[in-house]
């Protein structure tokens, strides 16, 4: 098992930066698939950016240029920096971890923070 806590959203101006933070406990995140997922007021949750334990990452068209996922396996920690922004970037962020043991997927998710883009 393993719980998730997210820090550094807030609110910035177009053209800014944040670094969101995820710091896991209780399970080791090197075994797990880790994702960012944002959901704005009335849309669907979608996927950000994700890696794999191997390191392998993929990002939303949406923000390939601009976002940059990361982990660092000795601080437990997964983090998604975000350059450029803007307003379109207005979310809910939240971080995930997957896990399949047995043929089964298990999903956690961390509480969520808030992004907000805007002059």
């Known amino acids: 098992q393993v719980q998730l806590v997210e820090s550094g959203g807030g609110l910035v101006q177009p053209g800014g930066s944040l670094r969101l933070s995820c710091a896991a406990s209780?399970?080791?995140?090197?075994?797990?698939?880790m994702g960012w997922y944002r959901q704005a007021p009335g849309k669907q949750r979608e996927l950000v950016a994700g890696?794999?334990?191997?390191?392998?990452?993929n990002y939303a068209d949406s923000v390939k240029d601009r976002f940059t996922i990361s982990r660092d396996n000795a601080k437990n920690t997964v983090y998604l920096q975000m350059n450029s922004l803007k307003p379109e970037d207005t979310a809910v962020y939240s971080c995930k971890a997957e896990r399949q043991l047995h043929g089964t997927r298990y999903n956690y998710w961390g509480q969520g923070t808030q992004v907000t883009v805007s002059s």
């Open positions: 890696m794999s334990p191997g390191g392998s990452a």
């Open positions: 209780g399970s080791s995140i090197s075994s797990y698939v």
